[in-house]
């Protein structure tokens, strides 16, 4: 008898965990989480995470939050062997409560991180309470082709199906989420990877409201995941800092390297041991600029003179 109750015992056990792996396995589309998704056509899967709640992302805020915990590059660089440039990333969301419909979108913000306050880019297209449904529809209808089922908040998956390109990111398909809502939500990265992505959301009978924008950067072997709510102080009337530099010669050419700041301009001055009384106003310049973008950027300058003395203005 004791023989049969620890056998029972163990049944109990063996399936309360199997149920339990079950549920955390398929979890299912949450209302109103933003889910960002990468996707590239020659990868053999999507990556998938689940960034949680507007609020947890940084929306409503007053500075920006960095997300880089949710982002795993090691995930990352498995899916996209190639690395960043040709991956198209979005984020998107909806509520697909009768009578209560939205969606979250983002679209590509022009000219780089600029004004948190100002949109980069515009959404401007129409959208009914059926639009408003159907795009929600269109994200929460990832859950049915992904592998295990959606990510929990703070969580991501790689979805072998690729349902990320397939529900939401497929141009011209009407039952996805640009087919439903008109919002292409997707940038892809180029040759800097690093992508700017403004956040709207609509509701229905309600326009489109911007709330700021993100950003990733995997230009380095230290990515950079941020929200910038639009409520953050605005950066363009502040100087910007002017950077430390780093100066290697060879042979003639002197390089001088320093870590931009996204979209300030940087231009080259100098002059040599004689002119340093001279005010910095009346050094010379190279010709040509530098626009930057969170990235190590430098510049070149041929010269015999050794002892030549630089200094990078930014504005």
């Given at each position: 008898?004791?023989?049969?109750n ?21 979890a ?29 992302v940084?929306v ?6 960095d ?26 969301g ?35 309470s ?17 592998v ?35 919002v ?30 993100f ?63 001279a ?13 930057g ?8 300058d ?14």
């Amino acid at each position: 008898m004791t023989k049969l109750n620890k056998l029972a015992k163990v049944s109990l056990l063996t399936t309360a965990f199997s149920a339990s792996v079950f549920q955390v396995a398929q979890a299912g589309f949450t209302t109103n989480d933003l889910y960002l998704g990468f996707t590239q056509s020659t990868a053999q899967s999507d990556y998938i995470i689940d960034l949680g709640k507007p609020s947890a992302v940084g929306v409503g805020s007053s500075s920006a939050v960095d997300l880089g915990k949710d982002f795993s590059l090691a995930t990352f660089n498995s899916v996209f062997t190639g690395g960043a440039s040709g991956v198209s990333m979005a984020v998107v969301g909806g509520n697909t409560a009768f009578g209560q419909f939205g969606v979250y979108a983002t679209q590509v913000r022009i000219g780089g991180a600029g004004n948190p306050a100002v949109a980069g880019s515009n959404i401007v297209v129409g959208h009914s309470s059926t639009a408003m449904s159907g795009g929600a529809a269109a994200v929460a209808s990832i859950l049915s082709s992904t592998v295990n089922g959606l990510p929990t908040a703070g969580n991501s998956v790689v979805d072998s199906t690729k349902s990320y390109t397939t529900v939401v990111n497929t141009t011209g398909v009407q039952n996805n989420f640009i087919g439903k809502t008109g919002v292409t939500p997707s940038g892809t990265f180029g040759s800097s990877a690093i992508l700017y992505l403004d956040l709207y959301h609509a509701a229905v009978s309600a326009p489109y409201t911007y709330l700021g924008y993100f950003t990733m950067d995997l230009s380095t072997s230290t990515p950079k995941f941020t929200f910038m709510p639009s409520a953050a102080p605005g950066t363009t009337n502040t100087p910007p800092p002017s950077p430390a530099l780093s100066i290697a010669r060879t042979s003639n050419v002197n390089t001088i390297s320093f870590v931009t700041s996204n979209a300030v301009t940087y231009k080259l001055f100098f002059t040599n041991s004689s002119g340093l009384t001279a005010p910095v106003t009346n050094w010379p310049s190279l010709p040509g600029t530098i626009t930057g973008d969170g990235t190590t950027k430098s510049f070149t300058d041929t010269t015999t003179d050794a002892g030549r003395v630089y200094r990078v203005g930014a504005h």
